[in-house]
């Protein structure tokens, strides 16, 4: 079993900075891809970055340029910078984790960490 545990989120100023973490337990990590996903309130979740396990990264187009992905597989941690963050960035930020090699595939998800950005 995996268990996905964010942590840095909070309050922050439009053209602030917050960093996500996500803490994973289990053996897995480094075989699965990571991902982190947000819900804003009356919209649905949507994928705001992801990160393979060779590291190859992909971005939504609304975070382009000032959001970067990372991971430390020795530390089992996938990581979310977030740079001039703006009030639209505003929602609950989810870790995912996308195990592939198992029939079926196994899917993760953390608890979530709210971000909130004031104009």
């Known amino acids: 079993q995996v268990q996905l545990v964010e942590s840095g989120g909070g309050l922050v100023q439009a053209g602030g900075s917050l960093r996500l973490s996500c803490a994973a337990s289990?053996?897995?990590?480094?075989?699965?891809?990571m991902a982190w996903y947000r819900q804003a309130p009356g919209k649905q979740r949507e994928l705001v970055a992801t990160?393979?396990?060779?590291?190859?990264?992909n971005y939504a187009d609304s975070v382009k340029g000032r959001f970067t992905i990372s991971r430390d597989n020795a530390k089992k941690t996938v990581y979310l910078q977030m740079n001039s963050l703006k009030p639209e960035d505003t929602a609950v930020y989810y870790c995912n984790a996308g195990y592939l090699y198992s029939i079926p595939p196994r899917v993760y998800w953390g608890q979530g960490t709210q971000v909130t950005v004031s104009s």
């Open positions: 289990g053996s897995i990590f480094s075989d699965s891809a």
């Open positions: 990160i393979a396990r060779s590291g190859t990264t």
